[in-house]
DNA sequence: GTAATATCTAACCGATTGTTTAGATATATT
DNA sequence: AATATATCTAAACAATCGGTTAGATATTAC
């Protein structure tokens, strides 16, 4: 990623679009599963270009990560923007659901499919960067409950940890279920809030 | 996993034992992840053994998933059993984190991890027995529901999906949550049914 | 046009993957 | 005790893993 100014050969692909190809198939297989084989086939160069890109196969997977992060950012600032309270939740819910069957068609979520993946590993890298995303999420999720001035704080915690974890539940079910009971799940979980 | 009448030497290990240190172990890091020198490690015979018994890696997979699927028959078992309609699906739900607390510590469920490793796999052998699984457990969790005769079919279906979905994000939630925050979101999860 | 050099291809690296096999060892049958 | 054979150890198998490197190629600067 990095730019030199006495270039002699221009590189023939964009890091950006080869980045974005490496984290579908990333989003689609998981970590383990995606080869360099794989990757280089899907991202159209080879080794050698891949490795001068981005260091490892490792560090491609953050690199993907960060890529996916910017993808969802759109919908994370128009969750915070959103004054609706507990409804613009419920937006969010249905918009991750909507990016990633657009986006990713059955791949589900990235965050949750890696926070899988990883959950008995040791690599701090990627857990710390899941991390992140979960509070992020929580806080947003959290100021928006706080919005209904009849939840006290205690309320609040319960139904904020209750809607993170509905929100994991939902990303694994989308990539199996029926969108018309993903709908049915969605508004189910929102009847209790 | 043959019987010879003719035996010549006998097995040094139990085969039931083995058996159940790896699907400990594929319960713990997924299938991928659980190498063939991990295998030998933990069951304390090595590849030879491993084969003669189970025929190969795959095929260990599908018995440690039989393995558990026993494991596990006690509670489907009290669940099917038991008269008391919702309360039993919730009772059903704390039992499932219990075992799985207690026999696996922090491994999730070992039906939830793979469905989630072979979401985007062609494996049908591992498929076909995840969907026998999910399968079995809806039919329970209807009949539970059909005992509340205030209830009409569509609602019986629509609140089997959203509690079949729950079980998925409670499992991938027992893997990092606190115990009390699972408690609040089994509760939760249960207020609207 | 020439020299410098970044990027390309493609072969190669050692380590590890799942799997097989040759030969040593132990036991049941005769 | 001798024979047959199931099970053991340990080495080897081809294939693939992530990663590296030598040399060809293309483009910039002069």
Same mark, same amino acid.
């Given at each position: 990623?990095? #730019?030199?100014?006495? /270039?002699?050969?221009?590189?023939?692909?964009? =890091?950006?679009? +080869?980045?974005?190809?490496?984290?579908?198939?990333?989003?689609?297989?998981?970590?383990?599963?995606?080869?360099?084989?794989?990757?280089?086939?899907?991202?159209?160069?080879?080794?050698?270009?891949?490795?001068?890109?981005? @260091?490892?196969?490792?560090?491609?997977? +953050?690199?993907?990560?960060?890529? $996916?992060?910017?993808?969802?950012?759109?919908?994370?600032?128009?969750?915070?923007?959103?004054?609706?309270?507990?409804?613009?939740?419920?937006?969010?819910?249905?918009?991750?659901?909507?990016?990633?069957?657009?986006?990713?068609?059955?791949?589900?979520?990235?965050?949750?499919?890696? $926070?899988?993946?990883?959950?008995?590993? =040791?690599?701090?890298?990627?857990?710390?960067?899941? =991390?992140?995303?979960?509070?992020?999420?929580?806080?947003?999720?959290?100021?928006?409950?706080?919005?209904?001035?009849?939840?006290?704080?205690?309320?609040?915690?319960?139904?904020?940890? $209750?809607?993170?974890?509905?929100?994991? @539940?939902? #990303?694994?079910?989308?990539?199996?279920?029926?969108?018309?009971?993903?709908?049915?799940?969605?508004? /189910?979980?929102?009847?209790?809030?």
């Amino acid at each position: 990623m990095v #730019a030199f100014t006495d /270039m002699a050969r221009k590189k023939e692909y964009s =890091e950006e679009e +080869v980045l974005d190809r490496a984290m579908h198939l990333f989003w689609r297989n998981g970590y383990e599963t995606t080869s360099m084989k794989m990757l280089e086939k899907e991202m159209g160069i080879n080794k050698f270009s891949i490795y001068s890109s981005f @260091g490892s196969k490792h560090g491609l997977f +953050v690199e993907s990560l960060k890529s $996916y992060k910017s993808k969802v950012k759109g919908l994370f600032e128009k969750f915070e923007k959103s004054n609706k309270g507990v409804e613009s939740i419920k937006e969010f819910f249905y918009d991750s659901i909507s990016l990633t069957k657009i986006e990713g068609s059955e791949k589900g979520c990235l965050v949750t499919n890696t $926070y899988n993946e990883f959950a008995e590993s =040791e690599d701090d890298v990627i857990k710390s960067q899941m =991390e992140a995303f979960m509070i992020t999420l929580k806080e947003i999720i959290v100021s928006k409950l706080r919005m209904d001035p009849t939840k006290d704080e205690i309320t609040v915690q319960k139904q904020a940890n $209750y809607l993170l974890l509905a929100k994991h @539940g939902l #990303a694994a079910a989308a990539r199996v279920n029926d969108p018309k009971e993903i709908e049915d799940y969605i508004e /189910m979980t929102f009847q209790n809030i």
